[in-house]
């Protein structure tokens, strides 16, 4: 059973910093996709960030691009999210969601994912 459990969330400034962590559980890095959503309130899941285990190419959304650093140490079965310079508009919960990897596949999408963890709530003050 795969299993995924966030972690990290929390109150910070405008310009702070946080890493979020994904502890995961019943599936092999390798063989997977794994991503960071977000949602806000009132507004749609939204993709954040996603690597592929088997080949560790990864993806942002243009909004984090520069900011955010994903990461995932196989060893750990842990997942990684650095947010740097945080923003006000980057408060949302946020969630981890993994996948067995398909080549081409867009990891972008929520509908791709059928993992899920509970989510962390992080907040950025102004």
């Known amino acids: 059973e795969v299993r995924l459990v966030e972690s990290g969330g929390g109150l910070v400034q405008t310009g702070g910093s946080l890493r979020l962590s994904c502890a995961a559980s019943g599936f092999t890095f390798e063989d997977y996709a794994i991503a960071w959503f977000r949602q806000a309130p009132g507004k749609e899941r939204e993709g954040v960030s996603a690597?592929?285990?088997?080949?560790?190419?990864?993806y942002y959304a243009d909004s984090v691009k520069g900011r955010f650093t994903i990461s995932s140490d196989s060893a750990k079965n842990t997942l990684y999210l650095q947010m740097n310079s945080l923003k006000p508009e980057d408060t949302a919960v946020y969630y981890c969601?993994?996948?067995?990897?398909?080549?081409?596949?867009?990891?972008?999408?929520?509908?791709?994912?059928?993992?899920w963890g509970q989510g962390t709530q992080v907040t950025v003050s102004s």
């Open positions: 969601a993994a996948t067995l990897h398909r080549p081409g596949s867009d990891y972008a999408l929520p509908a791709r994912y059928d993992n």
């Open positions: 690597i592929v285990g088997v080949n560790g190419q990864t």
